[in-house]
């Protein structure tokens, strides 16, 4: 075939992958159960934050613009703190990389959970790797439209249970929950459960690689945070090929053989079928050369959820899951060999193991001038928002000039000026707030629609308050182009204080 004769689109080959025991994919099951249970759970948590105030632990309350996680409430002008746990979120995606290559994608991203969830329940219902091949390829029958039906029940429940928790998260979950199914809900609501629901049931069902090999850009971005020191998973090759079957046979002859022999029971060799490997026999008398640990059984690939061949190198399809290692470590065990043939490998320890050295510690592959920026900046922002969470006041404000036009003269030939003052009481209770000001020159403060300087902000909520300030005709403000000043907001009940600096423009400006 000439490459004009390659086809575009190549449809995609399914995979099958078989079911591993071991380390890694134990402690995928535990991340699994943690990360699906935080994600359906969470919304249930009900947290005490006093009369006015929703008792959810976790909500974004996009109506009142506030996000709410647990005890800490946050306000539209404190997005910052968002911004921070953005940056940390990413900061620890590179420190992480750079560490372990992809680990995210391996065990915590959405699409590698749901997509294991998914097989789990195929594999539950259509068995393992062997079962749902032929499953596969037969014909459609009774048994199998029973099998497919079932299987594809079941990835809907989960489908529709991770869209509808998802909206759960964006008000009250048991009132959202009674309406939902009383048809009461808001149509946003039902779109945004159908939405997720179609995502979960074919990325995860249907397009599961796909998504990582095609659709993502982090595979092709993470290659910026890995170097020759990052942990990846990969095949000692040096180790492991020449590849071949073992035959009992001519095992019991290659372990005649000092160069090729290994401390192997005979009876935990595996069978089968000689592939053609480098073992021989010329006349009754074995002739052995020298195999590696490969005893190319294939496990590796069929348990990849990837479909690829660690064995072929480093590739971009793989999100570094680890379930390789499990298999290969379980081979060398049966066989009576060492395990990591598979292993968290850095590629600077190539030469060392080639030339029969033992790699070098791994805290020597994670500490390193690239992981430890990571951290310390990590650690910077961290330390940043948590002071700024302490020191926060529970009242602020916000100053907006209105300057159309940028000053009035009125009659008596005094100057004023007039704001726009925000004021934002976020306690749980209604709060008598005093404003003023401070400047170097004489100003009078005014409040529209109250002679007082004194008005009540109703429980976490912003008043709106219009400010006149004044310079008398005979004060020097009155005349001058501008004039530094600050606002102060006081809480009469705790004398919590803010303030804000802002400019008067007196007829000079112009
Ligand atoms: S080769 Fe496959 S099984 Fe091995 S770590 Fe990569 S994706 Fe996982
Ligand atoms: S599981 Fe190990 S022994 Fe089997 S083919 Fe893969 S690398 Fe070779």
Redesign the pocket.
Known sequence: MTDQDTPLYAPREPIFPRRVTGWFRTFKWWIMAVTLGIYYLTPWIRWDRGPNLPDQAVLVDLANRRFYFFWIEIWPHEFYFVAGLLIMAGLGLFLFTSALGRVWC?YTCPQTVWTDLFILVERWIEGDRNARIRLHRQEMDGRKIRLRATKYLVWLLIAIATGGAWVFYFTDAPQLAVDLVTFDAHPVAYATIGILTATTFIFGGFMREQVCIYMCPWPRIQGAMMDSDTLT?GYRDWRGEPRGKHRKGARAAATAQAATAYAVPEEDLPEGPDHGRPISTHGGTAEVQPLGDCIDCMA?VN????G???RDGQ?M?????????D?CDDVMAKIGKPRGL?DYLALSDEPRERAGNAPRPIWHHVLRPRTILYTAIYALIGIGLVVALFVRQPIDMTVSPVRNPTYVTLSDGSVRNIYDVRLRNMAGEDKPFHLSLVSDEILRIDLEGTAERNVVVPANETLLQRVYVTARAQDPAAEMDRVEFRFWVEDLTSQDRAFVDTVFNGRGTE
């Open positions: 391996g998973v590796c348990v990849c959820p990837m690829i061949d660690i590739q399809e793989c999100i570094t899951c680890a379930l390789c290692i298999a598979i």
